[in-house]
């Protein structure tokens, strides 16, 4: 199993920053890709950025340009840096990672989840 704990959420007004860091303990030998993904009251939980083990990343089109993901294998952890702030950049968000296994010679992804940080962004 992996365990994911988030920390770094809080309070910050309109066009300010703020870091993001997810710290990963336990079977974490095979994850594969490490992310970030926020929910909204009454919204769907969406993508806001992944990384690859090689560092690789993707974006969600609303973040793009404004937030970056990043990884430090030395610490086992994934940060989230976010600029310029907008109030519905307002969600809790949620560390994730991806592990695979396999089943009679196919390989399936599993996802693990934190318990998630709350990012307020108001005036």
């Known amino acids: 199993q992996v365990q994911l704990v988030e920390s770094g959420g809080g309070l910050v007004q309109p066009g300010g920053s703020l870091r993001l860091s997810c710290a990963a303990s336990?079977?974490?030998?095979?994850?594969?890709?490490m992310g970030w993904y926020r929910q909204a009251p009454w919204k769907e939980r969406e993508l806001v950025a992944t990384?690859?083990?090689?560092?690789?990343?993707d974006y969600g089109d609303s973040v793009t340009g404004r937030f970056t993901i990043s990884r430090d294998s030395a610490k086992n952890t994934v940060s989230l840096q976010m600029n310029s702030l907008k109030p519905e950049d307002t969600a809790v968000y949620y560390c994730?990672?991806?592990?695979?296994?396999?089943?009679?010679?196919?390989?399936?992804?599993?996802?693990?989840w934190g318990k998630g940080t709350l990012v307020t962004v108001s005036s």
């Open positions: 994730n990672a991806e592990t695979l296994f396999g089943v009679d010679g196919r390989f399936y992804g599993k996802d693990h």
């Open positions: 336990g079977s974490i030998g095979g994850i594969n890709v």
């Open positions: 990384i690859t083990s090689d560092d690789m990343t």
